[in-house]
Structure formats: structure tokens, C-alpha cells
Nanobody, 119 residues
Framework: QVQLAESGGGLVQAGGSLRLSCAVS????????MDWYRQAPGKQRELVAT???????NYSDSVKGRFTISRDNAKNTVYLQMNNLKPEDTAVYYC?????????????WGQGTQVTVSS
């Protein structure tokens, strides 16, 4: 069975940096794309960054220039480097993967990791 595990969240001061990781484990799958979402209390979940199988990336306007998404194919892991963090970046960050399992596209989600940015 496929599982996604996020790590790297924590409490940082404004202007600081964090690097989130998301490892996909399992067998008999291929990764079509991987994404990072975030959700603050009382807010809708928003897409933060995406990366395709050929390393094409996209970012939300609010994080563009500050966050960088990357992947390590050998480790089936996606990263989100977050620099110059702001209090408004505080949220639970979720990793999501679009996988092909037994010839079918399926969406998988991690449990989330908390990022808190203090002023």
C-alpha cells in the first residue's frame, strides 16, 4: 500500500527557513506529480506548489520567490524549501501525490505537518 509521510515542520521566527520533506513509500507505482498544499484554521486548503514528473514547477503567488519545490526520484521524495517565512505562512502543510498504481491514476495525501511562524 502507498503511504506519504511529511516531516520538517516546526516553529520558526519570521524571516527564517524550513525545509519540508515528503517520502512516498510502497511498491508497484510511478509518480506522475507531487504537490504541496496548506490549510490555516478557518481557511480553505490552498495549493502552494507543484512539480511534475519532468520537474516542471508552479507556485502560488503568495509564495513565489520564497519557496522552492524539488524532488529526488531515487528516494521518491519531494521537498519544499521555505525561505523568508512570514506569519501568514502558518498552516498545516500537506503533501499530495498523483500516482499511477496498476495502470490507474490515484491521488494520495499525507497526514500534514504543522508550520508556525512567529512575528
Amino acid at each position: 500500500q502507498v503511504q506519504l509521510a511529511e516531516s520538517g515542520g516546526g516553529l520558526v521566527q519570521a524571516g527564517g527557513s524550513l525545509r519540508l520533506s515528503c517520502a512516498v513509500s510502497g511498491t508497484a507505482f510511478s509518480i506522475n506529480g507531487m504537490d504541496w498544499y496548506r490549510q490555516a484554521p478557518g481557511k480553505q486548503r490552498e495549493l502552494v506548489a507543484t512539480i511534475t514528473s519532468d520537474d516542471m514547477t508552479n507556485y502560488s503567488d503568495s509564495v513565489k520567490g520564497r519557496f522552492t519545490i524539488s524532488r529526488d526520484n531515487a528516494k521518491n521524495t519531494v521537498y519544499l524549501q521555505m525561505n523568508n517565512l512570514k506569519p501568514e505562512d502558518t498552516a498545516v502543510y500537506y503533501c499530495s501525490a498523483d500516482l499511477v498504481v496498476r495502470g490507474l491514476f490515484r491521488r494520495y495525501w499525507g497526514q500534514g505537518t504543522q508550520v508556525t511562524v512567529s512575528s
